[in-house]
């Protein structure tokens, strides 16, 4: 094995144990998160969640039980970022009540680009709460329809001091998903809020090749060892295809390759 193949074996690990594999499709229904739930489970370790809508958290924590290495991740607010407060608190309840493990909340983005940063604070302070220990909290930007990296860095800002555990880049539900544009304000965002503040791209990372510019970005800006489970996520479907093939030489089925 040459060095070239030897780097991208270990960056494919290193990707499975960030992944957050997810299936956020409108065709998703039980017999998809039994595939999903089993094919976190790899040969070569396990992924470090799965992301899923919240109607089917109950059932995936039956499949996975308790205290499970493969995280249960779901999304509130999602994927308009337009319900009311008290309504976003209520799906974070259910869902964690249900076994999520883990919230992806949508800021309300429509209302922090016209001018609305309180519904930013209000909305991530108020899930915050919501997410009683050790559940997570990551706050979805939606940066592709934020455009500008001022407004990036600005929501960045505001989700990290409201309580943010992670920011995360996008829904994977509008034209223009995760970037390294905006990866790098949000990286930034956080080395400057000095915070245990986690990053997770999503949308449009599908080989290994992408998630390893994302991994350098994240060393360049926060160092060789910050990225970790704990720190940084990959929300894709279809990379696991990839580190698979990478990994054991062969492609395995892939989940829905819409994220």
Same mark, same amino acid.
């Given at each position: ?52 809508? +919240?109607?089917? %958290?109950?059932? /995936?924590?039956?499949?996975?039980? *308790?205290?499970? &290495?493969?995280? @249960?991740? =779901? ?73 500008? +990296?001022?407004? %990036?860095?600005? /929501?960045?800002?505001?989700?990290? *001091?409201?309580? &943010?555990?992670? @920011?995360? =880049? ?90």
């Amino acid at each position: 094995m040459n060095m070239h193949e030897d780097r991208k074996k270990e960056t494919a690990r290193k990707a499975l144990s960030l992944l957050d594999l997810t299936d956020l499709t409108d065709t998703c229904d039980a017999a998809a998160i039994e595939k999903l739930c089993a094919q976190a489970q790899t040969p070569f370790g396990t992924t470090a969640a799965i992301c899923i809508w +919240p109607r089917f %958290v109950a059932q /995936a924590r039956g499949i996975l039980g *308790a205290g499970h &290495a493969v995280k @249960i991740a =779901t999304v509130v607010n999602f994927p308009s970022g337009e319900l009311v407060v008290s309504k976003v608190v209520a799906e974070t309840k259910q869902a964690i009540a249900d076994g999520a493990d883990e919230i992806d909340l949508v800021i309300p983005y429509r209302d922090f680009i016209a001018g609305d940063e309180a519904a930013v604070t209000e909305m991530v302070a108020a899930v915050k709460a919501a997410c009683t220990p050790p559940v997570i909290l990551k706050t979805i930007l939606e940066t592709g329809e934020l455009k500008d +990296p001022a407004l %990036v860095r600005e /929501a960045s800002d505001l989700a990290i *001091a409201a309580g &943010a555990d992670f @920011i995360k =880049t996008s829904t994977g539900k509008v034209p223009v998903n995760a970037t390294l544009q905006a990866a790098e304000v949000m990286l930034n965002a956080i080395k400057a809020s000095g915070k245990p503040v986690g990053f997770k791209p999503a949308g449009g990372v599908r080989t290994v090749g992408d998630a390893a510019d994302y991994l350098a970005l994240a060393a360049t800006i926060l160092g060789d060892d910050w990225a970790k489970p704990k720190t940084f996520r990959f929300g894709a479907s279809g990379l696991l295809a990839d580190i698979l093939t990478v990994l054991g030489g062969q492609s395995a089925p892939s989940a829905p390759a819409s994220y």
